[in-house]
């Protein structure tokens, strides 16, 4: 499978950005999916998950109720729309999908979990 993110730009603080994770290769409905994002000199942390038949999902304390993770089975994409985004929110973001044995009700926000990514889009918030 190969994921391709999209989206990223450059926007002042309280704007939104919708990214979207396109799959090749495999079908996304089949795996949870995670989005995490990398500050410079910083580890990579999970912003939000969606188990595989997307009956959960999971948001880290700094984006609940900012950021919502979807997606578009027809499309085999998924989507991490982000609201009042705040400089902090500045990062590379990258999509994955987690790796086998997973259970199909519950995602995983760590990226050891994670096996095949994308290589990222930028994300930077600032005025």
């Known amino acids: 499978a190969q994921l391709v993110e999209s989206g990223g730009d450059l926007v002042q603080p309280g704007n939104s950005l919708r990214l979207s994770c396109a799959a090749s290769g495999s079908t996304l409905t089949n795996y949870p999916i995670g989005w995490f994002r990398q500050a410079s000199g910083q580890e990579r942390e999970g912003v939000a998950c969606?188990?595989?038949?997307?009956?959960?999902?999971d948001y880290a304390d700094s984006v609940k109720g900012r950021f919502t993770i979807s997606r578009d089975n027809e499309k085999n994409t998924v989507y991490l729309q982000m609201n009042d985004l705040k400089p902090e929110d500045t990062g590379v973001y990258y999509c994955?999908?987690?790796?086998?044995?997973?259970?199909?009700?519950?995602?995983?926000?760590?990226?050891?979990?994670?096996?095949?990514w994308g290589q990222g889009t930028q994300v930077t918030v600032s005025s």
């Open positions: 969606m188990s595989a038949f997307a009956s959960t999902t």
């Open positions: 994955a999908t987690e790796r086998p044995p997973f259970r199909p009700h519950e995602c995983s926000r760590l990226p050891f979990r994670y096996y095949t």
